[in-house]
């Protein structure tokens, strides 16, 4: 079985561990606590939920892009939308960049190319990753 193992009193998983309950109660300092996790679940997709000390999944960063392709010619959109308040965004492909953004951000593209673009809102949201095709 899996093992989240976290600081008593976190939210955050440190690490998991794959073994028996006690072998992995054997891994924990006397600050941290052990709770089984499923579906191969890690620090990356899960977290502490304080209200019941389970694990949870943590939910995909709300961003909705309102196209994936577009012509690299400065003037046509793309608008990234529904993010939560100080979502980091970054962009990575021919050209990169990165900003923090809340609500709604409007993109031009003057380099073709394919860009991934990730928005990662605040803990515990996962990071949403969509790959823009620009030509």
């Known amino acids: ?27 924990c300092a006397s600050d941290e606590s052990i709770e089984p996790i499923t579906d191969g679940g890690s620090s990356s997709t899960h977290f502490i939920k304080e209200s019941t000390g389970r694990p949870n999944l943590r939910d995909m960063t709300p961003c909705t892009p309102s196209r994936t392709e577009l012509p690299a010619d400065g003037i046509t959109t793309l608008t990234l939308s529904q993010m939560l308040a100080d979502t980091q965004v970054t962009i990575d492909g021919p050209t990169t960049d990165s900003f923090t953004a809340s609500g709604s951000e409007t993109l031009t ?19 949403k990753e969509m ?3 620009v030509t």
């Open 1 to 27: 079985m899996r093992h989240a193992i976290y600081k008593n009193g976190d939210t955050n998983i440190d690490r998991c561990v794959e073994g028996p309950e006690s072998w992995a109660k054997n891994q």
């Open 109 to 127: 593209f003057i380099m073709p190319g394919v860009y991934t673009i990730t928005a990662t809102a605040p803990f515990p949201a996962r990071p």
């Open 131 to 133: 790959t823009i095709n």
